[in-house]
Nanobody, 126 residues
Framework: QVQLVESGGGLVQAGGSLRLSCAASGRTFESYIMAWFRQTPGKERDFVAS????????NYADSVKGRFTISSDNAKNTVVLQMNSLRAEDTAIYYCAGSARPYWAVGTKVGDFGSWGQGTQVTVSS
């Protein structure tokens, strides 16, 4: 398993931007599928975006397409989620996740990922 630590959450006004980072350690990063999920109280954890550790195979939830960008830095074993044009409905705890499964076996479900960070709060005020 890979160990994950998120950073970069905070409070921002609607229309603003935030940049979340996820530092991975413990295993080879390039072979992993890395993702971001988010969760609000009383709701399920939802997929936001994913990427192969090598930087390819990006996937986004429809709700964030065109506003969020996921990227990876292999030299730093870090995955970044750049969030622009933030909306109040983007408010959630954001979790970084990692999967050692082959890319063709990883989708957008929570169960597809075996490693999780502790989460970072993102609050967007309207």
């Amino acid at each position: 398993q890979v160990q994950l630590v998120e950073s970069g959450g905070g409070l921002v006004q609607a229309g603003g931007s935030l940049r979340l980072s996820c530092a991975a350690s413990g295993r080879t990063f390039e072979s992993y599928i890395m993702a971001w999920f988010r969760q609000t109280p009383g709701k399920e954890r939802d997929f936001v975006a994913s990427i192969r550790g090598s930087g390819t195979m990006k996937n986004y939830a429809d709700s964030v397409k065109g506003r969020f960008t996921i990227s990876s830095d292999n030299a730093k074993n870090t995955v970044v989620l750049q969030m622009n044009s933030l909306r109040a409905e983007d408010t959630a705890i954001y979790y970084c996740a990692g999967s050692a499964r082959p890319y063709w076996a990883v989708g957008t479900k929570v169960g597809d990922f075996g490693s999780w960070g502790q989460g970072t709060q993102v609050t967007v005020s309207s």
